[in-house]
Structures are given as C-alpha cells and as structure tokens.
C-alpha cells in the first residue's frame, strides 16, 4: 500500500521559504509516476503547485513559478518542495500527492495518492 | 488559462440521486477527474478518466463528460457521502492542473 507523510516547518516567518518533505513508503519513486503538491488555503479550494517526474522534470502552477522548487532524492525515496518570499497568501494546508500522467487522445494528470497533509502558516 | 466552474452547493435526500457538474467550454475533450473531501481530510480521488472507478470506489459513483458539463453522479446517496467534491482536468495550454471551485454535498 502506497502511503505518503508530509514533514517540514509548520510556521514560517514572512518573506523566508517554506520547506516540506515527503516520504514515500510501499512504492519506488524511481518505478514511474509524477509526484506533487498541492495546498488549499483555510476554508479554500484546492490549488495546484507543480509536479515532478522522477528524472527531474518539471511542471509549476504559473502562479507561483517565479518562487518554487520541486526536487526528488530518488536515494532517500523521497521529494520536495520549497516555496520561496513567502507571505500570509501562503497559509494553507499542503499535500503531497502521487499523480498518474499519461497521453490518451490528450493529455492527463490527476492524483491517485494523497499524503494526510500538513499545516502551514506564515506568521512573524 | 479558464475557470472550471462548479456550484458553490448540491442538496439532496438520502437515498436519492445528486449531480454535480463542472463547466467549461469543451471539456467534452478533456479527461475529468473528481476528488471527496470530507471535513479535516485529504482528497480521496473517486472517479478518473471522465468515468473510471479507483478500486474501492462504490458503484453508486459515476461519471460523465460531453460537450461543455462533466457529470459527477451519486446514486442512493448516503449520510457518510456529505463532504466537498472537486473536479480536475489538465490545462495542456498552459501545462498545469486545474481544479474547480469545489461543491459542499449536503445530505438533507
């Protein structure tokens, strides 16, 4: 059974970068799929950050392009994200997801796994 | 880049049918997904491919997709099926994932 845990920093000060981790267990990374994340703000909906593929390659949410890193320790079976100049906007809940990407008449993406989530508030 | 746009509520009796759309210009071309979210959990992804069951999944779901609505049916609704439902497609424009707003099921 595929499970996922986020870890990281539960409070990060304004203008500093948000760092979480996630472990993977039941499941090689390096075997195949993208894995991402995902957060959703208090009371929100759900808002998309960006995946990786176990060689590396990327895909980011426009949005926060400018200021994010997701990154894979296929060693440690384990991925990353750090969100940098961070400001109350980045208050939310983050998940870890495994998501299955493929090409069928068109592209899809969509997230068959999910970590139980972590809180993170951006706070002085 | 569009919007997915979901209403905001659905209610329904127990035991009877709730559908829960998402709309877009064509998504009838797109593959759509729907995630269940209930209160203080992680998305749990109950249809994918527009129609397709993760195992697990109660029959009672389903799934359709044409021309401009996906559909998200729940037959025989229970109590234990209130929470927010999502759908998700992949915005190939712009290369990222795209969810709707999100719509609270409530079980009357």
């Known amino acids: 059974q595929v499970q996922l845990q986020e870890s990281g920093s539960g409070l990060v000060k304004p203008s500093e970068t948000l760092s979480l981790s996630c472990i993977v267990s039941g499941y090689s990374i390096s075997s195949g799929y993208y894995w991402g994340w995902i957060r959703q703000p208090p009371g929100r909906g759900l808002d998309w950050i960006g995946n990786?593929?176990?060689?590396?390659?990327?895909y980011y949410n426009p949005s926060v392009k400018s200021r994010v890193t997701i990154s894979v320790d296929t060693s440690k079976n384990q991925f990353s994200l750090k969100l940098s100049s961070v400001t109350a906007a980045d208050t939310a809940v983050y998940y870890c997801v495994r998501v299955k990407g493929g090409y069928d008449s068109h592209h899809y993406y969509y997230m068959d796994v999910w970590g139980k989530g972590t809180t993170v508030t951006v706070s002085s | 880049s569009y919007v997915l746009t979901q209403p905001s509520s659905v209610s329904v009796a127990p035991g009877k049918t709730a559908r829960i759309t998402c709309g877009v210009n064509?998504?009838?071309?797109?593959?759509v997904h729907w995630y269940q979210q209930k209160p203080g959990q992680a998305p749990v992804l109950v249809i994918y491919h527009d129609s397709d069951r993760p195992s697990g999944i109660p029959e009672r779901f389903s799934g359709s997709n044409s021309g401009n609505t996906a559909t998200l049916t729940i037959s025989r609704v229970e109590a234990g099926d209130e929470a927010d439902y999502y759908c998700?497609?992949?915005?190939?424009?712009?290369?990222?994932?795209?969810f709707g707003g999100g719509t609270k099921l409530t079980v009357l």
């Open positions: 998700q497609v992949w915005d190939s424009s712009s290369d990222h994932v795209l």
């Open positions: 990786i593929y176990h060689t590396g390659s990327t």
């Open positions: 064509n998504i009838g071309r797109k593959s």
